[in-house]
Structure formats: C-alpha cells, structure tokens
C-alpha cells in the first residue's frame, strides 16, 4: 500500500459560491497546493532548477469527484497518495477529509518536463527525483 502525504486547510469565504458551497474549481487549486507541499516535502519543486536545466510538471489529466458539500471556515484534511511513477509522468490522488468523512476525490498525472524559451519538451524523470518520487509509492519493503 502507497504512504499518503497530508496537509490540513481552512475554506475561506472568497472560495465558496452564492450558496455558500465552495466552488468546484477550488478543489483543483487545492489539490495543486498540496501537490506542491509533497514536492517540498521531498527536497523538490514543481519548478526547478536541476543540472542546468529548468523542469517543470505540466498537468496532462486532472479529475475531481465532488461526494459532499465543503462550506466556509471548514476544516479539510487533503490526503495525497502517489499512484504511478512512469518513465515521464507522475500520477496521483488527493482525498478530501471532512472529519472522516470524504467529501471529494481527485486525480491528477503531470509530465516531467524541460522548459526552455518558453518551450516544453517532455524528458524521462531524473533519477535523482524518481528515487524520491518512487520511494512513497512502496510501505514495508527493504
């Protein structure tokens, strides 16, 4: 079974709706907060420097299935769990806690990418990072 990585968020008001739900959108900005947490977290970023070249993690896929209404000042516990580490792509899922209940799922896949005058070019994962991405995908082992 994969590690999670999880970081705790308060919904504030500007991201809730008329209804005082909040916005389905804001569930994907939320997802890419704690994506860019567990990078941190990892010694990485979704935007860095490595060996002289600039990488980025441009999302290819991103899905988010709403299970349950999120209201302001709600406190959310957002769950990440690596799925797959590929040869270019790096997938995961984020839960969205409310106490123990789940209230969203959400998938996203990004692609390790060279960024260079404005370019992208998708590049295989640098072993230095896929060491690290791969490491939370494995519980028990070694």
Request: with cysteine; proline share 4%.
């Amino acid at each position: 079974m994969p590690t999670t990585f999880s970081i705790k968020r308060t919904v504030q008001f500007s991201e809730t709706d008329m209804a005082g739900i909040m916005h389905f959108a804001n569930f994907f900005r939320m997802m890419e907060e704690v994506e860019h947490a567990y990078f941190r977290s990892l010694g990485l970023s979704v935007c860095m420097e490595y060996h002289g070249e600039h990488i980025g993690w441009p999302r290819v896929a991103a899905n988010c299935e709403y299970l349950g209404p999120v209201r302001f000042e709600d406190e959310l516990e957002l769950r990440l769990t690596a799925l797959r580490v590929g040869e270019k792509s790096f997938s995961y899922e984020v839960e969205f806690l409310l106490g123990e209940k789940r209230v969203a799922l959400g998938t996203t896949t990004s692609v390790c990418c060279s960024v260079a005058g404005g370019k992208m070019k998708s590049i295989p994962i640098p072993a230095a990072m896929r060491e690290k991405l791969s490491a939370s995908l494995k519980v028990g082992t070694e």
